[in-house]
């Protein structure tokens, strides 16, 4: 494995937390400003070419004491099956005024990350922080002063244990939703006095563990507390922990913890199944071509420990160390260079006072999606300084939920480096190392001109009669979604969009507080859109009520509210939701109709009881 | 009291738990012997201190050594006790970071070595130990603010400023936290230099380094060693108030354009990219893998449209810029380019430029041996690496892969005048060696033995490559002799092709690296016939522990986040541990052949003639204090 193979793929990870909840919203919101533009129709077809090829991304990162500098910024560019050249991504260095430029970057969705020790950067919790932008474009970074958590970490004689690994995991939001489960495993310990202290944190609420996940088992460390399990805060194991709140900037003391020295169990079994890579003569091996098992604690959903199985002759074993008692769910994956990873279907385990053995995986190779972006151009034109160029659009082909409880994002997946997309120059792009299961595309268009048009999948031909020659069929794949089997290799997937979007601005007016989680829907009048998902839109409010859409076909719009925590995308998705909720609006009767590529701003929606 | 519980006696049987399936035999075997000691801190009985007992036997990898570990936890009288253990050599360890264990180096790092026979006891394998020093202090920048998350080297010195070797704490990695305070901890009595920051030839990637603002300052706010203030700590005291200011980097600008060597053509968007020229070697205490003279600085973006770029932000220092090698630009891939070097010192360097040179080309087929499906040829990358004839250094392409067409031609240009070797690769294939080898390449029908040489802008054609996917393999076994593997140390592998292979001639490429399981064995497979060189060698050192998630930051696409590592203590991520073993052995067609090699740890690399290698010093501490064993039969 090269060199630069290693970095990219740390690269990888970096900027895959940001994308992690940028998808949570379906709706991309713009945060700019945006200027009423006149309509012209046209009907030339022109591609969509940007002017310049190169260009610069500016910015300047503030936090509450005024600017930053020294902020180390990495601009990576989003690209078709993450084919990242070794020279892609860049890195500089914020001024003494913060600022910070970025040249010579060819036309991609740059996906810009700041990273300054002991900072985190501010996310108002109702608006999809940018960190993707176009060349030409400008961000603006806030950070503030990560929180703490500190404390000492006690045996039960109430003596410092020393150099114990101390992490946490992120559990809920400021606002108390679920939150990533993001975890900072491995750099913080207690020193000689047996003090932890966490800082860098964003607010919400964390879980606090004493000891290394996954026990180290296998290491066989130095460490005198390997081959135990955690110990969470207070003296619990993960599913009595409690969680602790931090703010950002602000500091939580005392959390002390009881260490208890529980021993761990572990997991083992044998890997079946296509364990073999069949378009790539490597073998599976611990350098991009091989097999991991990944635990998580089957509650709460996150990764718990995760171990790479060496092949060796003979069918591959696998097992993971220093697991606490609980339940879990185990998932083997074979990640190829080549277009055949496989994947288990996940395998629940009950841990309970002795190893678990004999859980055995069969992977199965995995699905993937060829699409090609077309542009519409005669419908409308926008007054555009620079056009868009189709390496600027993002997608994603998003898992439905299967449980449907929760809108709770497959962690796992997203991280993946390969799930965000951005197409080729020439329209190609390619999903891959699906599981099976149904797919909705999502798109973050950098453009604010352009809206989806259609989702379709050519279908079967309808016969030709004595009256009509032969038509091929279309499934409309933005309602029905994409039902991937094992090892499906699906071609022709076509994503239209076309240019004259509108967008809107506005603000909820109501005489009382506004629940949190108020939910904005955009549906559109006309009957004959009644089905068509892509005319319904939803959105959040930001704290004071103001909601945003963008990337709306021109056309009449009802305006409707709801207050829900379940998943809006997969509503819309079902025809007798979608449904309920046109009559819902076309009840509140709130119309909005929109020009091509109008912004409606400052729009005020009164809020009835 | 606390070891009422369980705790005091209890053997962690961790062999039980941790011990996969190819060493399960090592604990099926008669159980009898046993090992005990005591721990005192100073003259204080310790308890609740961990003791490791490792296995130091037939445990050729890292892994296997884990599994071979067996703890114990002290008693309220300091005592541990090793039961039901089967004969065999082991080692004792304290597990105490903080706490020193007074005794030589070997003694704390490797632990005390014990041999055990079926159904002896071994007795007083005691350790005395001693709280060990601290200094703390505070790590500003020159304007007052305090630097996090900033990694704190503590360097040993003699009385004459030398820096002597000196065992850190193990698995504890000193960082500033959010205030800028530091606390380190563990320390012998002794006199140390305290810095902050890296050292300026480290070879991270770029953009992924961690903080490259400041310079690596040593207390109080010296940039070189040789006017740093040493700190000097007794024994369990506490020094304070050890502060570092740290001087930021001043940087500068290069800027310059490209051109055409040949008309003077300014050439727009073609992607700038810089390397750091090392002038001397790295200062002491680094790693000791051969120093490679040019470091990759990154890529500075696309030329403008006038061929102009611009890079910012460059340290004080040698540089040189080039085109770098893009197969999808046209521009670049008939090309190459004479880099132009640069020193900065005080000021920014402007009017460089790259001079882009209409390179050569080489034209042929490829064939591939023995397999009829086409597809298989899509996968095929070829590679050119060039060793320039006119010496001017790093203008050779060492670029992107070029492709093959579907009926075997393919097309490598943009290359400078020189010797090229031809390599093959396969794409997408990230994974260990593919299989994919030449089996000689030709030139109008003559076999070429070493390479291809070209003149500047010659069309060469009627290359023929010839390649297989190998049916032959080498298996062996690899077994250590003077010492063990210790924590972190594992056994690579790597088979290489000595004879003819047409123009790869053992150049980059030919690598081709075995798994190595617990027993020491390993084997290559899909070789193809040839004489091939295989060499052992124990890699490794701190670094690599932790069996969490993030284990390899390569493996699978889970990876590690930067930061997530343990914070190292000077240790190279990849170090040499012994001269490697090597035998050369005749793989026949479809053949299965075997070897063994006998890889000596006692056998020390001869290190670059920096002097400045480590010697095997017992830093500050003080004599054996550990009772002999006494046995008991």
Known sequence: MSYWNVALRAAGIVVSLPLLWLFGLAVAIQAQEAKPAAAKVETKTTEAEPNSPYGAITGRVISEDGPLPFVSITVLPVSLNNQMRGNAFRNVTTDAEGNFKVDGLRAAAWNVIPTAQGYVVETTNDEASQSFYRIGESATIRMSKGGVITGRVLNTAGEPLIAVPVSVQYVRDAQGRPGSGGANTGFFQTDDRGVYRIYGLSSGSYVVSAGRTGGGGGGGGRSPYDGDVPTYFPAATRDTAVEVSVSSSGETGGIDIQYRGDKGRAISGKITG???????????????????????????????????????????????????????????????????DAASPPRRVMVSGRDATGIDLTLMPMASVA?????????????????????????????????????????RRMIRDNSLVAPERTGEMNFRNLNVGRYHLSAKLL????????????GALIKATAKTPAKPTTTDVARNGLNLKSGDKITGLTVKVAEGAAAVKGQIKADEPLPPILRVYLVPVEKERADDVLRYSFTGISTDGTFSFGHLAPGKYWLTTRVEIDDAQKKIGDTAERAKLRREAEAANVVVELQACQRLTNYELRLKK | MHFG????????????????????????????????????????????????????????????????????????????????????????????????????????????????????????????????????????????????GEPITIAAVDDSGQQVQFNAPEGVGFRTDDRGNYRAYGLPPGKYLVSAGRGDNRGGPPGLTANRTYQRTFHPEATEESTATPITVEAGKEVTEVDIRMASVETFAAAGRVVEAETGKPIAGVLIAHNTVRSGGGRGGQAQMPQMPQTPGGTDGMSGTEGEFRIEGLARGKYSVYVAQDAQNPLTSEYYSEPATFEIATTDAIGLEIKLQRGASINGLVVLDGATDPNLLANVRINAAVRSSGGGGGGGRGGNPTSVAPNGMFRVAGLAPGRVSLNVSEANNQGPFSGLQILRIEKDSAELQSGLEVTAGEQVAGVRIFVAYGTSSIRGVVRVEGGTLTQGMRLMVTARRTDGAGGSGGRGGGMMPAQVDGQGQFQIERLVPGTY??????????????????????????????????????????????????????????ATQSVTLTLNLAAQPTVNSQGNQPGNRQGGQQGNATNPPRRRP
């Open chain 1, 274 to 340: 296509a364990v073999t890579d069949t378009t790539n003569r490597g073998f599976g091996g611990p350098g991009g071509g091989g097999i991991s098992v990944t635990l998580k604690h089957a509650a709460t959903d996150t990764v718990f420990n995760r171990t790479f199985v060496m092949s060796r002759s003979g069918t591959p074993t696998y097992a993971l160390y220093g697991v606490p008692d609980g339940e879990y769910e185990v998932t083997a994956e074979r990640n190829s260079p080549g277009d055949s």
């Open chain 2, 5 to 148: 519980r369980i705790h005091s006696l209890i053997l962690l049987l961790c062999a039980a738990t941790i011990v996969s399936a190819q060493t399960q035999t090592q604990s099926s075997l008669p159980a009898t012997a046993s090992v005990t000691g005591q721990i005192k801190i100073g003259e204080t009985p310790a308890r609740g201190v961990s003791v490791a007992l490792m296995t130091a036997d037939r445990r050729t990898t890292p892994d296997a050594q884990a599994s071979a570990q067996t703890r114990a936890t002290t008693d309220a009288d300091g005592r541990y006790k090793f039961a039901n253990i089967a004969a065999g050599n082991f080692r004792v360890t304290v597990l105490s970071p903080g706490y020193i264990v007074f005794g030589n180096s070997e003694l704390v790092r490797n632990g005390q070595q014990v041999t055990l026979k079926d159904g002896e006891a071994v007795e007083r394998i005691d350790f005395t130990m001693t709280r060990g020093g601290v200094i703390t202090g505070k790590v500003t920048s020159n304007t007052n603010r305090p630097i996090i």
């Open chain 2, 533 to 590: 060189e295989v060499s052992a060698q124990a890699m490794g050192g701190g670094g690599f522990g932790g069996g969490g998630i993030g284990i390899g930051i390569g493996g699978g696409r889970g990876g590690q986040q930067p930061g997530q590592q343990q914070p190292g203590q000077q240790q190279p991520a990849q170090q040499m541990r012994a001269v490697p073993a090597m035998q050369t052995v005749i793989v026949g067609n479809n």
């Open chain 1, 371 to 411: 699409a090609k972006l077309q542009l519409e151009t005669e419908l409308a034109k926008c007054e555009v300084k620079r056009k868009a160029a189709f390496e600027e659009q993002l997608f994603i082909l998003q898992p439905e939920e299967t449980n449907g409880t929760t809108t709770r994002q497959n962690t």
């Open chain 1, 447 to 458: 453009d604010d001109n352009w809206y989806i048009r259609s989702i379709t999948l050519p």
